[in-house]
């Protein structure tokens, strides 16, 4: 299994980035997929999930109205567009399976700061 995030980088307040994970080594169309993220000092908290059945979507409090998750089964490709983003958006931002079942990637960094 491999999960390779991109897409980050260093963003102004209220910018948007669109970050992808590229998924290899198991059937990724059948995973209930999300999106995960960690700030300096604190837990790693799972911000966005999207079903494999109907595509099905939910959002942590935090992001919701300014993130969307998506994913293309065709491409093993998940993306998070992500807007309006925050200061406290700044973290490193991993993909997985929603219940965290495979070996993290080494994630992508997103710093939002003026």
């Known amino acids: 299994v491999r999960l390779v995030e991109s897409g980050g980088g260093l963003v102004q307040p209220g910018r948007s980035l669109r970050l992808s994970c590229a998924a290899s080594?198991?059937?990724?169309?059948?995973?209930?997929m999300g999106w995960f993220r960690q700030a300096p000092g604190k837990e790693r908290e799972l911000v966005a999930v999207?079903?494999?059945?109907?595509?099905?979507?939910d959002y942590a409090d935090s992001v919701k109205g300014r993130f969307t998750i998506s994913r293309d089964n065709a491409k093993n490709t998940m993306y998070l567009q992500m807007n309006s983003l925050k200061s406290e958006d700044t973290a490193v931002y991993y993909c997985?399976?929603?219940?965290?079942?495979?070996?993290w990637g080494q994630g992508t960094q997103v710093t939002v700061s003026s």
């Open positions: 997985n399976d929603r219940d965290g079942l495979f070996s």
């Open positions: 080594g198991f059937t990724f169309s059948v995973y209930d």
């Open positions: 999207i079903t494999s059945t109907d595509g099905s979507t």
